[in-house]
């Protein structure tokens, strides 16, 4: 993977520029009526001696780097994986991938200029020969608490900024330590600092009033080192100005993610040297490496991932657009959460997931089995189609369904050597050996055949139905599927695994069969051993929904934060109520559980809702409803979309069954209320999560993933993977003769 990289200020020379200002006229032109000055003569000759003043320097940076990277695109260089930009540079990598147009970036960076300028007064130097930490040990030991460390260049290498006169103060004590000491002479205020914070407030209204939109190639952040979320954008730009420049972190985050070919777009070759430095002290930590390798190397490649991990589809956009497109971008497997939503907002996610992550992007989406309305099923799977999207997560299936079968073949083709390639990954989440099974077994011969006669399978793809299985990837997860609680991991796993092998070998398949693990991984001693036990993957769910890009509502978030292992229950499943699935749900902190476990016993042991005595109809009208039986069934029942007509009509003969529709409409409607986050109902918030969640808060207590709106999607899975393999290398050293 390769990652262009942009200069910032600092980099900028009498003569930049030259060539390219003649080869784009009409950039430049646009450029030279946005900022009422000749970039070109400025670049180029700087008659007037500005070129090093701030509020003339960046946007002429930002113009020649535009410029440099348009002619790469125009020569046919391939596009970059990955964009990064030192300080302003950040401003070209962002117009790179296309989250502005070239004119809203020019004049950001104009004003940005401008306000940096204005808060002059400031002095910065670069600190070579520390590191960070002594760096701060000596500004502490000395005093100097006015200076701030305002980029962190390579390991052995930051810059400072503050007052002229401590900058001044800092060389001789610096000095004394054996550092070098450089004061910079190409920067006219102390940025990246507390003294920007006059600058901060009016960019943060030009940023409002700017039009951004999703990146098509990640952009790593200057303030977190990671890349950036599409609605961080714009709040991260602004605390850039006062917020040092993570550029050794910036880097490293890059090598990790497979970057092995580093390319400045812009003058100078400043990043080239940094990157050198960095790459030379910076070798991956035991961790990381180890990390990359638990699980099956198949996995990875396969399904095009840096790591063997899954983070799964959580139904009503929980899973959301963000959390998939932030994970994506680090090179981890998300899972949409597409169930439970309407046709138009699948299909607006999957189109801005597509367009944030391109076409080579990895991403699934989360099938949900419903066996009342096949059509449903039917519909997602050819939207799927229709967008491009190359992995199911398969849950509640107890075995194939045609919409299943039309997904898992369609685009199935034999190779030039004989062998069968799939266009379409299935992930098959279940719970029992049997359910395994059926997804071992190849799609059944008369779904097959009827989708044949339909025209939807090709003679071919249908013909060669009968040698692949029906799905690539089995997740082993106790309780899934709404059975509530059905073994443990430790005892399906292996089970499992020994089935895979039976019946893989029998069957002589050419594609290999994975088995992962999930429903239980909440920290790395859990995901090490799903490992040990012989997972091929992981998949997390719970953990996630507590994190910044998780689609419910902060209210939810701070509830989830404050959960521990023990505080969850088991409920009536909305969709299976009148079967007696259970789902686990949050227990603290809100009453849903319980009402929801009342409703069900009053269902089992009453015929109708007038067998009930009326103190309990009366509490039940007021404090779960929300409204009179009889009115809610024939308003809000009526029209859910999660309650068939079929069923309707059939409940006006039924009174039970009128009964239970009634009770599966609170229970719906209740995950409403929490996706929403109406603190008033908060007594009657559905919030399905696993024990897992409450591991994982006790293991992330004191550190900076306590908080939830410190939890991002991809930082937990490295987080739980490399802490995976720093607890199987300890386990295994104590193993050791």
């Known amino acids: 993977m390769k990652a262009c990289v942009f200069p910032g200020q600092g980099s900028q020379f009498v003569g930049m520029g030259k060539g390219l200002f003649e080869r784009f006229p009409e950039m430049t032109a646009e450029a030279e009526a946005i900022l009422g000055w000749s970039v ?54 962002l117009l790179a991938a296309d989250v502005f147009d070239f004119a809203t970036g020019l004049r950001l960076v104009q004003r940005r200029g401008e306000l940096m300028s204005a808060a002059g007064g400031g002095a910065m130097a670069a600190v070579l020969g520390c590191d960070s930490e002594q760096v701060q040990e000596i500004l502490a030991q000395h005093g100097l608490l006015g200076l701030d460390v305002a980029n962190y260049n390579t390991p052995s290498q930051v810059v400072l900024a503050g007052p002229e006169a401590d900058v001044a103060r800092a060389e001789d004590v610096f000095v004394a330590a054996g550092a070098t000491f450089i004061p910079l002479q190409n920067v006219s205020a102390a940025f990246h600092s507390r003294y920007m914070e006059s600058a901060m407030r009016p960019l943060a209204e030009e940023l409002a ?141 999957l189109r801005s997931i597509r367009s944030s992550l391109g076409p080579r992007g990895v991403f699934g989406v989360g099938l949900r089995s419903s066996p009342d309305d096949p059509a449903l099923e039917m519909e997602v799977v050819r939207l799927c189609l229709a967008q491009g999207v190359g992995c199911l997560e398969a849950s509640g299936f107890v075995g194939a369904s045609s919409a299943l079968v039309l997904y898992r073949l369609k685009g199935l083709r034999e190779m030039g050597d004989g062998r069968l390639q799939t266009a379409h990954k299935v992930i098959a989440r279940v719970a ?66 020994r089935r895979r092998d039976e019946v893989c070998k029998h069957r002589g398949y050419e594609i290999e069969v994975r088995v992962g693990g999930g429903g239980e991984i909440g920290t790395p001693e859990a995901a090490a051993a799903a490992f040990l036990l ?54 603290k902190g809100v009453s849903f559980p319980a009402r929801a476990n009342r409703l069900y016993d009053l269902w089992r042991h009453h015929g109708a809702w007038e067998e009930i005595d009326a103190a309990t109809r009366t509490r039940i009208e007021r404090d779960y409803l929300g409204g009179g039986f009889e009115q809610i069934f024939d308003g809000p029942v009526r029209n859910a979309p999660e309650i068939s007509s079929a069923e309707v009509e059939r409940a006006q003969g039924d009174p039970r069954h009128k009964m239970a529709l009634v009770f599966r409409w609170y229970i719906l409607q209740a995950q409403h209320l929490a996706l929403g986050g109406a603190r008033e109902q908060r007594a009657n918030y559905h919030v399905p999560c696993g024990p897992d969640l409450g591991a994982f808060n006790q293991w992330a207590k004191g550190t900076r993933l306590e908080s939830w709106r410190d939890r991002h999607a991809d930082e937990i899975a490295d987080e739980l993977l490399e802490g995976a393999a720093r607890v199987l290398s300890r386990e295994l050293r104590r193993l050791a003769p």
Not at 45 to 68: G, H, I, K, M
Not at 292 to 313: M, Q, W
Request: glycine share 10%.
């Open 40 to 93: 070109a003569e400025l670049c180029v000759e700087d008659p007037l001696r500005r070129l090093d003043q701030t509020r003339y320097t960046q946007p002429a940076l930002f113009v020649v780097n535009a410029l440099s990277y348009r002619s790469r695109c125009d020569a046919g260089a391939p596009p970059p994986d990955f964009l990064a930009g030192h300080s302003l540079g950040e401003y070209n990598a």
């Open 209 to 349: 009033a700017a039009t951004f939109s999703a990146a098509k190639i990640p952009v790593i952040s200057n303030v977190s080192g990671r890349p950036h979320a599409a609605q961080e954008v714009k709040e991260l730009l602004e605390r850039q100005l006062r917020e040092p420049v993570q550029w050794t972190e910036s880097i490293r985050f890059l090598l990790g993610a497979g970057v092995v070919g580093f390319e400045e777009v812009g003058p100078g070759g400043v990043l080239t040297k940094l990157i050198k430095s960095i790459r030379r002290s910076s070798a991956p930590s035991p961790a990381a490496g180890a990390a990359d390798r638990l699980g099956a190397a198949s996995f990875r490649r396969d399904h095009k991932v840096r790591r063997a991990y899954v983070a799964g589809a959580m139904e009503r956009g929980i899973a959301s657009q963000d959390l998939v497109i932030r994970l994506g971008k680090a090179g981890y497997l998300g899972v949409f959460g597409a169930a439970g939503l309407e046709l138009p907002e699948i299909d607006r996610a």
């Open 432 to 497: 029992r050996p049997d359910v395994a099974e059926a997804f071992l077994l190849p799609a059944p011969e008369h779904l097959v055949a009827d989708l044949a006669r339909a025209g939807l399978l090709t003679a071919d793809e249908a013909g060669r139905a009968g040698r692949v299985p029906l799905a690539d990837d089995l997740c082993v997860e106790p309780g899934s599927a709404g059975s509530g609680d059905s073994g443990s991991l430790a005892l399906l796993l292996p089970a499992i695994v």
């Open 534 to 587: 012989g997972a091929d993957f992981i998949l997390t769910g719970s953990v996630n929904q507590c994190t910044v890009e998780a689609g419910t509502s902060e209210d939810v978030k701070t509830l989830l934060q404050a959960m521990d292992v023990h505080d969850t229950d088991l409920v009536p499943a909305g969709d299976l109520f009148e079967l007696g699935a259970k789902v686990r749900v949050l227990k």
